[in-house]
């Protein structure tokens, strides 16, 4: 009898982990395009890397595995939407934010995930919470199920589908949270370690001072939460983010710091090995399950075990085989942006591992090396997240990455350690307060030079997959350079910069123009970009009206338009500077995000409406304006100009009204083959002197003033103006009960087309010359 031979695979997961990832896209994706480049990845490594037939039989049955594990992963939920009352378990970490409850549940008996959300009705009730509620507690609740919003303006993150990949399909918003029936449902080992987490963490939160917490909670359990936005978004900026959560270097360290220790007090080595293969799995709980320590956890799992179990295994066999674990038991992680980082750049670092340690002899020149591959591999993930980049990333890391492994890890693990015999002095806590008081002020100082970050813009499709492509070449071809010895020309390090260039010069070339509704709720924010790059400009940030709350119902931060919608979207276009700003009058949902422009991009000129008095908002985002130089024009009507083919003119404040929303700035422009009037909050006093003083309006398009409200819009108006399509910019389901049913009425009957954001989100018009389309964000 013949037996079929089969090549030894070791060595060769690389390209079973490839294959893998291509099943699961196949399914996920473009079956076409991803079926394609699968028969293209066997004709390679048949024809150059000359493998074994039996291996690529093996590789088109792990492929079919994959493409199966992606098929079965859809999820079907079993609720409808209208039903009321829930029996949850809270199978995860809960967090209590002000009076926002948080958690990941799961229903009972259905075992189907929910996301519930629950408005804490007294200080007394939260307190409950924080003693009573932990992971393996079930609580009935009442409420009702409401789909997770998908995203609503271009370019944003997606919620619904981040949820709908870890199979959740429904957001509980609950009224009544039953505290008299909560009790213990499970005590598992997972449940009781979450546990341990949540209560270890709240305690951290209540020993150290503030920042000190929430760099040790981070730290130590891989919880971000207490951390400041501000202080958060500075690591980000200068491209050192990746340090505030635990990743696979934090996990080594520890895990050389537990074999070290362990070995100096008399352990064998196999006790040892076993110790941490016990120790690593409990570990990956506490922090998370954050799939960078889950990456680093099975790899160092796989490695020990191989060792103690004489099967050879190398660091890029024991990767792959991670990645196919992770891959396989949870198909939707290949989207989790941290997951695409910690492969990308580990995969890279330990490919490119055996040149870098015969090339740099010294441990400065092998961690800069280090540091540039882990920045250049990541580039294309940053780029497609965030539409930015750090400039001065690689000297951050150079800088921040020692002091922080080596110094701040140490000492908050240790100092975390010794709460469980003493509290740590107050002079010691006040020393170590003021040492990470420094260095975040350090990093922040850092964030605010204007050259620490280069806003590219979502890469055009064509431009994202040449990237992806020039990075491997690159690192070939600089390889090939390093062992050769032979000196470097400066164009090799420029070829995966070119697809990023290209982008940047992309508005420049392109003949087409955009007017955007952006969707940022009950406000207002409208973008127009002018063909070929030649004005950029921006009608209002939206905002949000703050309520009074007591201080036990503040969270830690507040919601900003400006800061979570406006600024990405910008940033989303490639847009690092706009040309106006035009703030329509001083309300909170129309310029309460316009400190968040000022701070991440560069505002030329600020135009305002000339009022008597101003709000103190007002006059705050004005000393920002001065303090960034911007120019500030005073709007008068008659004012105008004309740029890219397009011409504005401002026909509102006539004179300072008596109300701030008749005052508003209304813009009439003649763009893109239509004509439009942006009238921000204008009122029926307000419409009624601009048609006593300006003879006829025909227009195209109306921006409807003031959200919709019964006081705008009037027949009068309509008649003047005679609009074809009307613009509303309303925040879903308000308090103010916008738009007003008299006023779809009155433009129903003047033959108007209505566009609203709080139903199709993002209203997009693109042009090119004088013709164009109109587009909603939701189908």
Known sequence: MKFIRIAPIRGQLLYFAAVSLLGLLTIKQNPLLYGALFLLTLFFLKEFKKLHASLLVLMSACYAVFMAAGYFDDFETVYTGSEKNFLVLFDDEIKVDGDLL???SRSLPADEKLIIKYRIKTIAEKEIIQNLLNPGTACSASGILSSPPPATNPNAFDYKKFLERDKISWILEADQLSLATCHKKSQSILTMLKGFRQKEVLRINQ????????????????????????????????????????????????TGMLYFISIRLGVTKEKTEMLLMAFLPLYTVMTGLAP????????????????????????????????????????????DTGFQLSYSVSFSLI????????????????????????????????????????????????????????????????????????????????????????VNLFAASLAELRISTLVIGKLEPILLILHILLIPIFFYMWEGFLIRKAKLPLWI???????????????YMSPYGKIVFL??????????????????????TGGVIPFAKEDWQQGRSQ????????????????????????????????????????????????????????????NRIIDVAH????????????????SGGGEFLIINPIRSPADRNDGSIVLLADLGGKKWLFTGDLGLEGERLMEQTIKGLDIDVLKVGHHGSKYSSSESFLEWTKPEYAIISVGKKNRYGHPGKEVLERLKEAGAVIYRTDEGGAITYKFKGNSGTFGMQLP
């Not at 674990?325 to 949870?330: E, R």
Request: aromatic fraction near 10%; charged fraction near 15%; charge should be negative.
């Open 519 to 540: 969707d940022v709720g009950q406000g207002d924010s409208i973008f127009i970009r002018l063909p070929h790059n030649q004005g950029n400009y921006l009608i209002d």
């Open 351 to 438: 490919l490119s591992a055996p040149v870098i340690m015969k090339t740099f002899t010294s441990l400065a020149g092998q961690t800069a090396a280090a540091s540039f591959i882990a920045q250049t591999s990541s580039l294309p993930i940053i780029i497609s997240s965030f539409h930015e980049v750090s400039v001065i990333s690689m000297l951050a890391n150079l800088l921040f990455v020692p002091l922080f492994s080596f110094g701040l890890l140490p000492i908050l693990l240790l100092t975390y350690i010794s709460i469980f015999w003493a509290s740590p002095p107050s002079f010691y806590l006040i020393l170590l307060e003021t040492l990470i008081h420094n």
């Open 627 to 642: 303090k960034e130089g911007t120019e500030i024009q005073e709007a008068e009507m008659g004012t105008t100009w004309s």
């Open 207 to 254: 020993i150290f001072p503030d920042e000190t917490s929430a760099l040790a909670a981070a730290l130590i359990f891989g919880e971000r939460d207490f951390f400041n936005p501000e202080t958060e978004r500075s690591y980000q900026k200068i491209g050192i983010v990746h340090l505030l959560a635990i990743s696979g270097l934090h996990v080594g360290l520890l």
């Open 493 to 507: 390090f420029a070829l995966p910069l070119i697809p990023l260039f290209m982008q940047i010069l992309w508005p």
């Open 102 to 104: 948080y958690a990941y």
């Open 559 to 618: 919601y900003d338009p400006g800061k979570k919608i406006v600024v990405p979207f910008l940033k989303s276009e490639g847009i690092r500077s706009l040309d106006k700003l035009i703030l329509t009058h001083g309300d909170a949902d129309h310029i309460g995000g316009a400190r968040a422009l000022f701070e991440e991009l560069k505002v030329k000129q600020l135009i305002l409406p000339r009022v008597p008095d101003r709000s103190d908002l007002e």
């Open 292 to 335: 960078p320590v889950i990456r680093a956890s099975a790899m160092l799992l796989l490695l020990i075990g191989s060792k103690r179990y004489s099967v050879k295994m190398n660091p890029l066999d024991a990767i792959s085989a991670a990645f196919m674990i992770m891959a396989l038991l949870q198909p939707g992680i290949i989207y």
